[in-house]
């Protein structure tokens, strides 16, 4: 009967080991999927950016067409920016200002929408693109277009209400 149980006990410890080593095997290949997540984000938030920049100087136009590259007004950009790299936004910053997740001041990264109430009558007007280190990417004056402003002391910042983070 020894010679039975041996046997078994061999082949029920060989499979616990086998179990194991694919559960552990499996942990690991999960990790660099969580990481790779973290870097598409920041790279999308690149390509979102870089084709925004590919834009500069663009005229700016009040209440321009939903899709249009002649001209923009400052939703209509980042929602023709956005949508050039998979992410639909809605037509209007204050729709813009409801999407995705909140995010503080303080932890803005490139990629995140940031909403401010230039005319101080409570409700949002304006979207910008943050770019990191204090700069944004926008339109919000004929004369001016698409363009890159900083943000600490701006009117931007002055009647600043809220930052989005859609990516």
Do not use: E
């Amino acid at each position: 009967m020894k010679r039975n149980t041996t046997p078994k006990m061999i082949k029920v410890i060989a499979g616990v080991g086998i179990s194991l080593s694919i559960a552990f095997s499996g942990a690991v290949i999960a990790a660099p999927q969580q990481a790779h997540a973290a870097v598409s984000s920041s790279t999308k938030a690149n390509q979102i950016i870089a084709t925004g920049k590919t834009l500069l100087g663009k005229p700016y136009k009040h209440g321009a067409t939903a899709g249009s590259t002649s001209y923009f007004d400052c939703s209509s950009f980042t929602q023709y920016v956005f949508k050039k790299h998979g992410v639909s936004l809605p037509r209007s910053s204050q729709q813009q200002s409801k999407v995705g997740k909140f995010v503080s001041r303080a932890n803005l990264k490139a990629g995140d929408l940031i909403f401010s109430d230039t005319n101080r009558d409570g409700v949002i007007n304006h979207v910008s693109i943050y770019m990191g280190n204090n700069k944004l990417l926008h339109t919000y004056k004929v004369g001016v277009g698409v363009t890159i402003s900083n943000f600490s002391g701006s009117a931007w910042d002055k009647t600043y209400v809220t930052a989005r983070r859609v990516l």
